[in-house]
């Protein structure tokens, strides 16, 4: 499942995002924009503008806009190339505008940082690089080349250079600010959206086990009693018939058959259990049901219950799928990274309970600490960690849906290392690897006095 996240945010799979129809929209929007201001600029201001060419551009822009509408479906999505050509179309024919009004001196060349703000929200990194050189390449030309502005009297209105000097240093500055911002934004919330999709996935998944479970179990409880009944009733007649008669071989063949449903029953129930009367159970049992698929993968796991107090009770918490799922993903890391043991500790202090998940491998790495839990985080070092697991494309995804799950349950996650990554083998403790503390409030995950007073009720339909 990481392998599908990974590639469904890859650039090739993110081309499709935006509408042409969206950009014809936006289009004309700055189309009558332009109109309106090149109308008062000569109507209102008394500036002399060359209307034939300023004319010309939106005209240009226009031919572009109506042929997109009347060639392309209203429903067409625009790959990254061509969002890159209709964005670098609309800067230079928004800068050919400026170049016949003053250039940077026209207040409207602020208008070249929109393109960059969207183009890095959209595009990938290098053609969003790309894009951003462009648009300053255009700032630096328009600050030197373009057309002053004149009066109707022929009066030149021109800046004085230090300040045309801060506007290019204005824009430039905006454009590398924004589009850095942007961008950084942008993939941080497509790197949680893909995620939190990979989270729905994964408690989905453990949902429908769940739920498959209850329904084995309810059915080999409810057959339970008929095929108890057709075992006696066949036992008895096998006890009168006469042997070698065929009304006995085929007594036999009932028993034989009612015996074999009720293992196949019993075998198919152990796949998971969710019927009333377990749906609490100690959490020993539910730490060793999630911890069950990683038990016999060569590592030793130990899992261990600390009592505060002399007899205390062990606590029965709720069967989740998140919590089961969440368990489940840190023991398969804490076994995968491993080098010979795991240990899982659970206490209960006052109001919390705690769930504690040791290794004895070489932790986490240092400089990801403080971003275990976020999504896609890779570590690019070519350890031999890595080249022993050529297999393991590590993203963090697996402890991000894990931690997600078991927030969701009232948990608090922490992340540590068992001891400090310098020290030499001989100086290092046995459990010296990395360090996952789940804790709990009791009240989230335990029996309230209520519900560990009331009776069960009447069996319920389970519907999958």
Same mark, same amino acid.
């Given at each position: /499942?990481?392998?599908?996240?990974?590639?469904?945010?890859?650039? !090739?799979?993110?081309?499709?995002?935006?509408?042409?129809?969206?950009?014809?929209?936006?289009?004309?929007?700055?189309?009558?924009?332009?109109?309106?201001?090149?109308?008062?600029?000569?109507?209102?201001?008394?500036?002399?503008?060359?209307?034939?060419?300023?004319?010309l551009a939106i005209g240009l822009s226009t031919v572009v806009n109506l042929t997109a509408m009347f060639v392309y479906p209203r429903n067409k999505r625009l790959s990254e190339d061509q969002l890159l050509k /209709?964005?670098?179309?609309?800067?230079?024919? #928004?800068?050919?505008?400026?170049?016949?009004?003053?250039?940077?001196? %026209?207040?409207?060349?602020?208008?070249?940082?929109?393109?960059?703000?969207?183009? *890095?929200?959209?595009?990938?990194?290098?053609?969003?690089?790309?894009?951003?050189?462009? *648009?300053?390449?255009? =700032?630096?030309?328009? !600050?030197?080349?373009?057309?002053?502005?004149?009066?109707?009297?022929?009066?030149?209105?021109? /800046?004085?250079?230090?300040?045309?000097?801060?506007?290019?240093?204005?824009?430039?500055?905006?454009?590398?600010?924004?589009?850095?911002?942007?961008?950084?934004?942008?993939?941080?919330?497509?790197?949680?959206?893909?995620?939190? #999709?990979?989270?729905?996935?994964?408690?989905?998944?453990?949902?429908?086990?769940?739920?498959? $479970?209850?329904?084995?179990?309810?059915?080999?409880?409810?057959? $339970?009693?008929?095929? !108890?009944?057709? =075992? #006696?009733?066949?036992?008895?007649?096998?006890?009168?018939?006469?042997?070698?008669?065929?009304?006995?071989?085929? !007594?036999?063949?009932?028993?034989?058959?009612? @015996?074999?449903?009720?293992?196949?029953?019993?075998s198919m129930g152990q796949a998971g259990k969710d019927d009333l009367h377990l749906k609490y159970a100690p959490i020993s049992s539910i730490v060793e049901a999630a911890a069950e698929p990683h038990i016999n993968?060569?590592?030793?796991?130990?899992?261990?219950?600390?009592?505060?107090?002399? %007899?205390?009770?062990?606590?029965?918490?709720?069967?989740?799928?998140?919590?089961?799922?969440?368990?489940?993903?840190?023991?398969?890391?804490?076994? @995968?990274?491993?080098? *010979? %043991?795991?240990?899982?500790?659970?206490?209960?202090?006052?109001? =919390?309970?705690?769930?504690?998940?040791?290794?004895?491998? %070489?932790?986490?790495?240092?400089?990801?600490?403080?971003?275990?839990? @976020?999504?896609?985080?890779?570590?690019?070092?070519?350890?031999?960690?890595?080249?022993?697991?050529?297999?393991?494309?590590?993203?963090?995804?697996? #402890?991000?849906?894990?931690?997600?799950?078991?927030?969701?349950?009232?948990?608090?996650?922490?992340?540590?290392?068992?001891? @400090?990554?310098?020290?030499?083998?001989?100086?290092?403790?046995?459990?010296?690897?990395?360090?996952?503390?789940?804790?709990?409030?009791?009240?989230?995950? =335990?029996k309230t006095n209520a519900q560990t007073h009331q009776g069960l009720g009447e069996n319920q339909p389970i519907s999958v």
């Amino acid at each position: /499942m990481q392998s599908k996240i990974a590639a469904s945010v890859s650039p !090739a799979h993110r081309s499709v995002w935006v509408r042409l129809r969206t950009f014809i929209i936006l289009r004309w929007v700055a189309i009558f924009g332009q109109i309106a201001a090149v109308s008062i600029t000569i109507r209102y201001l008394g500036l002399e503008l060359n209307l034939g060419l300023c004319f010309l551009a939106i005209g240009l822009s226009t031919v572009v806009n109506l042929t997109a509408m009347f060639v392309y479906p209203r429903n067409k999505r625009l790959s990254e190339d061509q969002l890159l050509k /209709m964005f670098l179309v609309d800067v230079s024919q #928004l800068a050919f505008l400026l170049w016949l009004t003053g250039g940077l001196q %026209n207040p409207f060349s602020l208008l070249l940082l929109v393109p960059v703000a969207i183009a *890095a929200t959209v595009l990938e990194l290098k053609r969003a690089v790309f894009f951003g050189l462009y *648009a300053i390449v255009v =700032t630096s030309l328009l !600050a030197i080349f373009h057309k002053p502005l004149t009066t109707v009297n022929n009066e030149i209105l021109e /800046m004085p250079t230090i300040f045309v000097f801060g506007f290019w240093a204005a824009i430039v500055i905006g454009i590398v600010f924004l589009g850095l911002y942007e961008k950084r934004v942008t993939s941080e919330i497509q790197s949680m959206s893909e995620a939190l #999709l990979a989270t729905q996935m994964a408690l989905s998944r453990e949902q429908k086990l769940t739920d498959l $479970g209850g329904v084995i179990a309810a059915t080999a409880h409810e057959l $339970g009693t008929p095929l !108890a009944t057709i =075992t #006696l009733v066949s036992s008895e007649m096998v006890d009168e018939l006469e042997k070698g008669t065929d009304l006995y071989d085929d !007594a036999c063949l009932i028993k034989e058959q009612a @015996d074999r449903c009720r293992d196949i029953m019993h075998s198919m129930g152990q796949a998971g259990k969710d019927d009333l009367h377990l749906k609490y159970a100690p959490i020993s049992s539910i730490v060793e049901a999630a911890a069950e698929p990683h038990i016999n993968r060569g590592k030793t796991v130990h899992i261990e219950f600390y009592p505060s107090t002399l %007899n205390q009770p062990q606590p029965e918490i709720t069967r989740q799928p998140e919590i089961m799922h969440g368990l489940r993903n840190l023991i398969q890391n804490a076994v @995968d990274f491993s080098s *010979a %043991n795991v240990w899982v500790d659970i206490k209960q202090q006052g109001d =919390t309970i705690t769930v504690k998940i040791i290794d004895d491998g %070489n932790g986490f790495p240092a400089h990801l600490l403080d971003k275990i839990g @976020d999504p896609f985080v890779r570590d690019h070092r070519q350890d031999p960690e890595r080249k022993s697991r050529p297999g393991y494309e590590g993203m963090g995804l697996g #402890l991000f849906i894990a931690k997600t799950l078991l927030e969701r349950s009232g948990a608090e996650i922490g992340f540590v290392n068992g001891c @400090d990554p310098f020290l030499v083998d001989n100086e290092r403790p046995k459990r010296c690897g990395a360090i996952v503390e789940v804790c709990w409030p009791t009240e989230k995950i =335990t029996k309230t006095n209520a519900q560990t007073h009331q009776g069960l009720g009447e069996n319920q339909p389970i519907s999958v």
